[in-house]
């Protein structure tokens, strides 16, 4: 089974969660951090892994012995990334989404296949992280290539705590797509109410089944609480704010071992998951 | 070296607070610069997960829909089901179901690829409502400020959108200042927030993965030639680490602008729909206006030697 833990605004505590979780995890599992522009739950797990592979995006360059300047591939183009005009062709491969588009339409065989780095893919058989070339925008394709990875180099049969990037748009959508499971981490202020419902509208399309951890239950108000309670959102954890496993986690410190207390909180709140999942795999 | 004013026209300013890693406190101390910096235009940028308008509860003025790029879009009875679209989608985002094309609206880029080759032109090209962007009033001045439809895309388009109104609306108010909410990590809406910018406020809290985190937005703002500062957040949760930061900041040529406690005002705050600057004259507080007068002398230097590229 795969488990997104996610979150709308960043820093409510999804790596601090993910790294508990898989420390308590009863069965053999993997972790992938999936927040490629930052990821940090390899601080947390270990020493810096081991980097499998770079990850590239194919965009055109233009050869100009044989373009013959017709104009379809920058009228096709929808992202400004080849320009042709008046005689003169010029491509910004750092525009370039890497639909192909333009390789297919050219009809002089003038575009050819250069690569751009989008950044790199790090690991072991437990382990999988992305990290974005600082500089690049596009996060999305390197997270659909770590998850492919994650196919080929996972045991099959091993259950997935994935830590998802913060937000709602597409880097986040395309981390918890296709998943089992998608625990929200949030926390109990203004902001962390406003971020967990639009989270949870953005991600309720995919049918995926979700529940809510409050990080620092006791700081701020009530908002979330009343939110989760109106809309069936299910509390699955709270974990209660601490200064001294706030402290633990600075120094890079699984929070799950921090005390028997937060060890035991998060096995329980692992087991409630797993029993979730399983439920619905069986039904 | 002292330039001379050479011109009238104002010189307007666009500070950008960032952090790389999120939740540590951007928005909070946007909002006390806001009050702070009085009269300037405020911006969210994080227009995926707003929240600075939590704070500052802006009357909205106007309300305009963010309509950008495309999706496509089968006809299911003109599909012939051939599969050519399929097989050259790049973002796995159609299928095929009872032999008719499917196409998944999360996945697709919009790149126009399936709608140019199909061969019974059977998938049409909309446009992509994606999201609703506002002017408003502030208590703390005018704002510009926007809401992307959850899940959407185009975060950075409407990004851009945003920074070229705030500069119409700060040459029309009058405004030397543009300050900006931006969004976390370093990807497309970051770096759409970041180029051009005359000051990036990074602001970061002594923990492993903030460090982390701190060094790949630096680098980024180097990457744009963005001149940066740092503030640490949280700083006596982890005073060694604190230090560290500030050591590394120095390395990279960052300045460090002050650091502000841990402390649970910045909640109470927030509850309170409150500035932390607002809300009294403590340590925060008083750590927030030196934090800012710092900002206002980096700013002035910079008037007088231009460091990096400034786009106007």
Redesign the interface.
């Known amino acids: 089974m795969k488990i997104a833990v996610a979150s709308?605004?960043?820093?409510?505590g999804k790596?601090t969660v993910a790294s508990s979780l898989f420390s308590v995890w009863p069965e053999l599992a993997a972790a992938m951090d999936l927040?490629v522009?930052?990821p940090?739950l390899h601080?947390f797990l270990g020493p810096d892994p081991r980097r499998l592979r770079t990850v590239w995006l194919e965009v055109p360059e233009l050869d100009e012995e044989r373009c013959t300047y017709c104009g379809l591939c920058s009228e096709?183009c929808?992202?400004k990334a080849i320009s042709i005009f008046d005689g003169v062709g010029m491509t910004f491969p750092e525009m370039c989404?890497?639909?192909?588009?333009c390789f297919?339409?050219c009809p002089a065989d003038a575009l050819k296949v250069k690569r751009r780095e989008i950044g790199s893919i790090h690991g072991n058989q437990r382990f999988l992280m992305g990290r974005?070339r600082?500089?690049?925008?596009?996060?999305p394709p390197l997270i659909?290539a770590v998850r492919r990875e994650a196919e080929q180099i996972f045991d099959p049969g091993m259950d997935i705590i994935m830590d998802a990037?913060?937000?709602?748009?597409?880097?986040a959508?395309a981390a918890v797509?296709d998943t089992d499971f998608i625990l929200l981490v949030a926390?109990p202020?203004?902001?962390g109410c406003?971020?967990l419902k639009?989270?949870h509208?953005?991600?309720r399309?995919?049918g995926i089944p979700m529940g809510v951890a409050v990080n620092r239950a006791g700081?701020?108000?009530d908002s979330i609480y009343s939110y989760c309670s109106g809309t069936g959102l299910e509390i699955m954890a709270e974990i209660p704010f601490d200064?001294a496993a706030?402290?633990a986690?600075?120094?890079?410190q699984i929070v799950a071992r921090f005390s028997e207390k937060m060890r035991s909180l998060f096995r329980v709140l692992a087991d409630s998951i797993r029993r979730k999942v399983l439920q619905r795999q069986e039904g | 070296m002292v330039s001379l004013e050479t011109s009238k026209a104002i010189a307007m300013q666009e500070i950008l607070i960032i952090?790389?890693?999120?939740?540590?406190g951007k928005?909070s101390v946007t909002a006390a610069f806001a009050h702070l910096a009085a009269g300037a235009v405020i911006c969210d940028l994080d227009v995926?997960?707003p929240?600075l308008h939590?704070i500052l509860d802006p009357a909205i003025k106007s309300s305009h829909d963010f309509i950008s790029?495309?999706l496509a879009r089968v006809a299911p009875d003109k599909c012939d089901g051939c599969g050519k679209c399929a097989e050259?989608c790049?973002?796995?985002a159609i299928t095929l179901k009872d032999a008719k094309a499917v196409v998944d609206e999360?996945n697709c880029?919009?790149?126009?690829?399936c709608v140019?080759?199909c061969p019974t032109r059977a998938i049409d090209f909309p446009d992509n409502f994606c999201g609703r962007w506002y002017i408003s009033d502030s208590r703390f001045g005018p704002m510009v400020h926007a809401q992307?439809f959850?899940?959407?895309?185009n975060?950075?388009r409407l990004v851009a959108l945003l920074r070229q109104e705030a500069k119409k609306l700060a040459e029309s108010n009058q405004a030397e200042i543009i300050l900006s909410d931006g969004?976390?990590?370093?990807?497309?809406p970051?770096?759409?927030s970041l180029s051009g910018s005359s000051l990036a406020v990074i602001v970061t809290?002594?923990?492993?993965?903030a460090i982390?985190?701190l060094e790949?937005?630096a680098?980024?703002c180097s990457?744009?030639s963005v001149p940066a500062c740092v503030l640490v957040n949280k700083a006596d949760?982890?005073q060694p680490?604190a230090e560290d930061i500030e050591r590394r900041a120095g390395q990279q040529g960052l300045v460090s602008i002050g650091r502000l406690p841990?402390d649970?005002i910045f909640?109470q705050a927030?509850?309170a729909?409150k500035a932390v600057t607002e809300i009294g004259d403590d340590r925060s507080a008083s750590a927030l206006r030196k934090a800012w007068q710092k900002i206002e002398s980096i700013l002035n230097n910079g008037k007088t030697q231009p460091k990096g590229e400034t786009k106007k």
Not at chain 1, 249 to 252: A, L, V
Not at chain 2, 205 to 209: A, C, F, G, L
Request: with cysteine; net charge negative.
């Open positions: 709308g605004k960043g820093g409510t790596t927040d522009e930052e940090n601080i096709l929808q992202f989404h890497g639909c192909g588009g297919e339409i974005l600082v500089g690049e925008a596009m996060s659909r990037p913060p937000g709602v748009s597409c880097p959508a797509r926390e202020t203004p902001f406003h971020d639009l989270a509208q953005a991600f399309p995919f700081i701020g108000d200064r706030a402290e986690y600075s120094s890079g | 952090s790389g890693k999120g939740g540590t928005t995926d997960a929240d939590l790029g495309n050259l790049r973002f796995q999360f880029e919009g790149c126009k690829v140019t080759f992307l959850p899940g959407e895309e975060s950075g969004p976390p990590g370093i990807g497309c970051v770096i759409s809290e002594p923990t492993q993965s982390h985190d790949r937005v680098r980024l990457h744009f949760l982890n680490l841990f649970q909640v927030v509850v729909g």
